[in-house]
């Protein structure tokens, strides 16, 4: 049988009002908290937030949709979010949905059905916000990271990705270089085709834009490899290159360094995230660095003084990533 609170009153010695306003993170007096506290060790009661959420209508939980799990943007956010939620007693319920096969709004149904308290979504695959419809008019909060979508009804977290990128860019020419090729995604996505704009603007700006030199990687590490390969092969000319995220980064130094080709002194080099990457690529790369931390505790300090509150004003916050000049960009 399960212990219920009644139970832990008795062995504490105290009323069940004192004991379920500990356990709702009421502050109590020291030795009623370590009275109870040593009830729920002997006993074993484990606290039931489903049955409590029931009654509150509030599971404690938070709701975060991915693509993918193996996106290491993506899982580093997570864990800022799950850091700031934790410490106020939260938890997070995880959805991948491309590895369910379920569209985003399926999958936001599906959360909902879990009775989450509020919704945090990871670029989202597309700007046509409607997915979140059953959300919004249920009250629900929703952050949107990363990717900007067509609603003026929820909070979204963006970077600086059009003048991070043309800094980047800028770098490599102001070394010398008039042949920069560029590895990118899909135009119709927020973050790739903002990353291409500041590419673009700075070529432009110097008169040396090769539309030709654009290649999409798919944002993906296998994307990455096999466009590094095919710029390599059609335009040797190139003596630098910009990868616009860590993924698509990954691949292109795979298929860089089965061709033999050294960073910094046969190509030179800006990736994005440096991450795991500046330990094991020499020379230290330079990369554009996104605040990935910053994002993801933004949007947990966000969701929780919404969840407090009631309502949540709707905002997009630009943060601004850093520019890391490493060593692989050399001069001409």
């Avoid at 606290?47 to 290491?72: C, M, Q, Y």
């Avoid at 046509?128 to 009804?153: K, Q, T, Y």
């Avoid at 710029?231 to 795979?254: C, D, K, Q, R, W």
């Amino acid at each position: 049988m399960a212990v219920t609170i009644k139970d832990i009153a008795r062995e504490a010695g105290l009323g069940t009002s004192t004991v379920s306003a500990y356990l709702n993170g009421v502050a109590v007096r020291a030795k009623n908290k370590a009275a109870i506290e040593a009830a729920i060790k002997k006993l074993g009661y484990i606290r039931n937030d489903f049955a409590r959420g029931l009654k509150t209508h509030k599971s404690k939980t938070v709701g975060i949709i991915i693509p993918e799990l193996s996106n290491t943007f993506g899982t580093t956010i997570i864990g800022s979010v799950e850091e700031v939620l934790s410490k106020s007693g939260y938890g997070i319920l995880v959805c991948d949905y491309k590895a369910t096969g379920k569209t985003q709004a399926q999958t936001v149904d599906f959360l909902l059905s879990k009775m989450v308290d509020a919704l945090v979504v990871i670029m989202p695959d597309s700007a046509d916000g409607s997915f979140l419809d059953a959300a919004v008019n249920g009250g629900i909060p929703v952050v949107v990271i990363d990717r900007l979508i067509n609603r003026s009804d929820v909070v979204q977290i963006v970077i600086n990705n059009r003048e991070v990128s043309y800094a980047a860019t800028a770098q490599m020419l102001e070394a010398g270089h008039k042949s920069i090729g560029i590895i990118t995604g899909n135009p119709e996505i927020y973050t790739a085709a903002q990353r291409l704009g500041g590419y673009r603007d700075a070529l432009v700006k110097s008169g040396c834009f090769n539309e030709k030199y654009i290649y999409d990687g798919g944002l993906s590490v296998e994307g990455g490899y096999l466009a590094m390969k095919q710029l390599l092969a059609s335009h040797p000319e190139i003596t630098g290159l910009f990868v616009t995220n860590y993924e698509m980064t990954v691949g292109a130094i795979v298929a860089l360094n089965e061709c033999g080709k050294k960073i910094g002194k046969d190509l030179s080099f800006v990736g994005f995230d440096n991450l795991d990457l500046s330990r094991v690529v020499t020379p230290r790369l330079a990369t554009v660095n996104q605040p990935m931390e910053s994002m993801g505790r933004a949007a947990g300090e966000i969701l929780l003084k919404a969840i407090a509150e009631g309502t949540m004003q709707a905002q997009t916050i630009s943060l601004s990533a850093s520019f890391d000049e490493g060593e692989s960009i050399t001069k001409m």
